[in-house]
């Protein structure tokens, strides 16, 4: 079964610093993707970022990099120069790619960013 | 292109009682999932269409979820009847491809007392 873990509930940066967020996953499957979604106050998901697992290089969007440690099973969230619209929820999730039909994701708990002025 | 919507935003409602939530997926996206996500926990999968098909539902709690997507656009999702612990935020989510990644919609917060 898989499962991801997201050990941090809340956390809290200051404005223009970087911050990480913390993501391990758990799966036997060899090929996998993992994902960071952003909720913010009001209510939608939006995504963020996309690792592959047979990806080499990090994934980064903009201020948003995935620091992705195979062996290690993590898949961090590196926000650089924390935002005050960057307070939000953050999910982590993954999604198995074992073939057949099942292409559900499976998401951690989350962590509650707070982007100090 | 007009995102994910969902119908109604919030709901609340007396046990016993039947809800039915819309999802509009993205024009021309075939897949289109249903997610919940109760209080304090994560959110979990309920189910998969592809077009109107259920590919997957295996996350469907229970007897009184009933989702269906006639014609392969919209989709709804009735609790009947309504229980306790059918209150949280359920999410819509499609893709235009099986592996593409998930666009949600805002989510319909329901409370059931």
């Known amino acids: 079964a898989q499962k991801i873990t997201q050990t941090q509930p809340g956390m809290f940066v200051q404005e223009k610093e970087a911050v990480t967020l913390d993501c391990t996953y758990d799966?036997?499957?060899?090929?996998?993707?993992l994902f960071w979604y952003k909720q913010p106050s009001s209510g939608e998901m939006i995504f963020l970022i996309y690792q592959g697992s047979y990806d080499e290089q990090n994934a980064t969007e903009g201020r948003y990099s995935l620091n992705f440690q195979k062996a290690r099973k993590s898949a961090n969230l590196v926000i650089s120069a924390s935002q005050l619209g960057d307070s939000a929820m953050y999910f982590c999730?993954?999604?198995?790619?074992?073939?057949?039909?099942?292409?559900?994701?499976?998401f951690g708990k989350g962590t509650l960013l707070t982007v100090n002025p | 292109e007009a995102g994910v919507t969902q119908f109604p935003s919030h709901s609340v409602i007396e046990k016993g009682q039947t809800v039915t939530l819309r999802c509009d997926p993205i024009s021309g996206h075939d897949n289109l999932y249903w997610y919940r996500r109760v209080m304090g926990k994560e959110i979990k999968f309920l189910l998969h269409?592809?077009?109107?098909?259920?590919?997957?539902e295996s996350g469907m709690p229970n007897n009184r979820f009933l989702a269906e997507r006639t014609g392969g656009t919209y989709s709804t999702l009735k609790v009947q009847p309504a229980e306790l612990e059918d209150s949280g935020v359920y999410f819509c989510?499609?893709?235009?491809?099986?592996?593409?990644?998930?666009?949600f919609g805002p989510g319909t917060r329901l409370l059931v007392l």
């Open positions: 269409f592809v077009k109107e098909s259920k590919q997957d």
């Open positions: 799966t036997s499957d060899q090929s996998y993707g």
């Open positions: 989510a499609s893709s235009q491809a099986r592996v593409g990644v998930l666009d």
């Open positions: 999730a993954m999604r198995e790619n074992s073939g057949g039909s099942n292409y559900k994701l499976t």
